[in-house]
Each structure stands twice: as structure tokens, then as C-alpha cells.
């Protein structure tokens, strides 16, 4: 992975944009909706950039910039259309220790702005490492399509009620289970009915443990799209040997990890209502279906 995924906190965050035209002009309507300071120099500028500096919202130089300009700053942008001298900036930029985007350059660049959907506090960002923006925008399009809307207020109402969720409940698994309850009644949706649902995540809050199943020698590829969300809610995993690249992927990120325990710790993690995934050779998978009859065996096409 070449390029590591961030969210920059933009509040007091100093942006440097050096040009004005229609490509600079589309990076400061991305810019613009951030928390972030924005100083833009340039000899010649677009109606758009005047009128975001008429607004108050961005600091304009209309000049040349200059060496001395590419200092104190957290990120820079260039966008002139002389090649040349995004390339001298951009040196100058890393030269000072400034995190620098030189556009259509990525050999320039110290971070690239990913395409994003915008859903409010819902943010997605995709990125082919500008290899190809162009399907990076068709695989927008598909999310723009299928995330609706109404995540946009239904995410504001979540973050209103976070802190009363945390003085309510005390446990982190039991708010992890609220929450889980709540999006699974109320959905991406936002309604009349999104606060009853909201109040009824609350009762009977008991944890159902789980155990899933699965042969180390499983191509993880193949298993159906039903095994993904089991394997995101997973609070441990058990396997006999180090997890495969493929499926450190697909499992839940933060789920603890261990090596296989005796049948009694197992039985007593899932009373708890522990939600585990039990990776181990086919003899012992089957040992483990034998007692466990409760246990889900994930198989590539079935659970």
C-alpha cells in the first residue's frame, strides 16, 4: 500500500492553493467545505475564486507567488498550468517539510486527494493511488447512488446521543451491541420512526455469543457476501497458526487475537456471548461442529 488513508482534522489546518483556474477553481469547492484556513495566490483568477474571497471564506493574493510564500503551511496545492514550476514548488514544499499535492503529478506529490461522498459526518474516500481517476469517479458514482441522503441527519442524530448511549450503558460490548441493534432496526433511513427505534435499542441488551467456523485451507475470496458482517461484529479470533493476508482483510480489525483455547474456555466465551471465528485444519473444524452444534461452518457458496 503505498498510500496510507488519513482524515486530517481541518480545523486551524493552514492550505496553501497556488492557482486560480478551472482545475484549482474544482479543489477549492472540495476545500471550501472543510474547517480549514485557505490562502490562495494567483495572477489571474476565475469568477469562482472571486467570488469565495468577496465571501470571506479565503485569503486571495492576485499576484505572482513566490519562494518566500511556500512556508508556514501544513498542505499545499499547485495548480498552474506551468509544469515547471509546480515542479520547482513542489521540491521547495518537501524541502521545508510541507505536505504537498502537485495535480495530474503524483511522482510530485506527497498526498493525493482521494474522490469522496459526502454524507456529513459520513465521509468515503476512494483512491486508486492516481493510477486511475477515472474509475475511481464510476466507483463514486456506484456509492453516491447507494448511500442515500438521509444518512446526512440520521448521522448528526447519532452523534447528538452518543454521550447520553455512554452514561446509560457502561460497557463498551454492551454499546456496541445498542448500536448494532439500532442500525439493524432502523437502517440507513431517518424518519418518525428512527427515534423509537433509537429508545427501543435499549431493552433486553443481552449479548448473543457466536461461533463461526472456518478451515484454514478455505479461499477466503469465495465465501458468500452473507459471512461478511459476521466477520466485522467478531470480538475474538481463535486460529492454530497466523492468519492469511486474505482473511486479516475481512475480519474485524480491532477483534482480539489468540491461539486455539480447550472447549471449556470456548463454551464459557460464548455464555458471556462472545462472538468469535475459529480458523483450525479440517479435523479439528469438525471436532468443533461435533460439539458445538450451535456453530456456524463458513464454506465458500453456504454458512
Given amino acids: 500500500m503505498q498510500y496510507f488513508p488519513l482524515f486530517i482534522d481541518t480545523v486551524n489546518l493552514n492550505v496553501l492553493l497556488v492557482g486560480a483556474g478551472d482545475i484549482a477553481s474544482r479543489k477549492l469547492a472540495l476545500l471550501t467545505r472543510t474547517e480549514a484556513n485557505i490562502h490562495v495566490i494567483a495572477p489571474h483568477v476565475s469568477a469562482q475564486v472571486q ?6 471564506r479565503i485569503l486571495l493574493s492576485v499576484r505572482e507567488v513566490a519562494h518566500a510564500d511556500i512556508q508556514n503551511y501544513d498542505l499545499v496545492y499547485l495548480a ?8 520547482e514548488l513542489a521540491t521547495l514544499a518537501t524541502a521545508r517539510g510541507i505536505w504537498v499535492n502537485a495535480v495530474d503529478n503524483p511522482a510530485l506529490c506527497r498526498f ?13 474516500a476512494i483512491s486508486t493511488a492516481g493510477a486511475a481517476p477515472v474509475f475511481a469517479r464510476t466507483i463514486r458514482s456506484r456509492l453516491e447512488a447507494s448511500l442515500p441522503q438521509s444518512l446526512t441527519p440520521l448521522f448528526d442524530f447519532v452523534a447528538d446521543r452518543r454521550v447520553e448511549v455512554q452514561q446509560r450503558l457502561e460497557s463498551i460490548a454492551t454499546r456496541r451491541l445498542f448500536w448494532e441493534r439500532f ?5 440507513d433511513r431517518f424518519d418518525s420512526c428512527t427515534l423509537d427505534h433509537y429508545q427501543n435499542a435499549f431493552d433486553n441488551l443481552v449479548s448473543r455469543g457466536e461461533i463461526l467456523l472456518l478451515e484454514d485451507s478455505t479461499q477466503v475470496d469465495l465465501l458468500p457476501l452473507a459471512a461478511m458482517p459476521l466477520l466485522q461484529r467478531l470480538d475474538w479470533i481463535y486460529s492454530q497458526d ?8 475481512l475480519v474485524r480489525r480491532d477483534a482480539n487475537r489468540a491461539e486455539l483455547p480447550a472447549l471449556s474456555e470456548i463454551s464459557h466465551e460464548y455464555e458471556l456471548g462472545t462472538r468469535m471465528l475459529i480458523v483450525a ?23
Fill in 80 to 87: 498552474t498550468a506551468n509544469d515547471d514550476l509546480n515542479a
Fill in 112 to 124: 493525493i486527494t482521494p474522490s469522496i461522498v459526502d454524507r456529513g459526518r459520513l465521509v468515503v
Fill in 242 to 249: 497466523k492468519l492469511s493476508t486474505a482473511l486479516t482483510e
Fill in 183 to 187: 442500525f439493524d432496526t432502523n437502517g
Fill in 281 to 303: 485444519d479440517t479435523q479439528k473444524i469438525n471436532q468443533l461442529k461435533a460439539h458445538f452444534p450451535v456453530a456456524k461452518h463458513l464454506r465458500p457458496g453456504a454458512i
Fill in 51 to 56: 467570488h469565495y474571497a468577496d465571501a470571506g
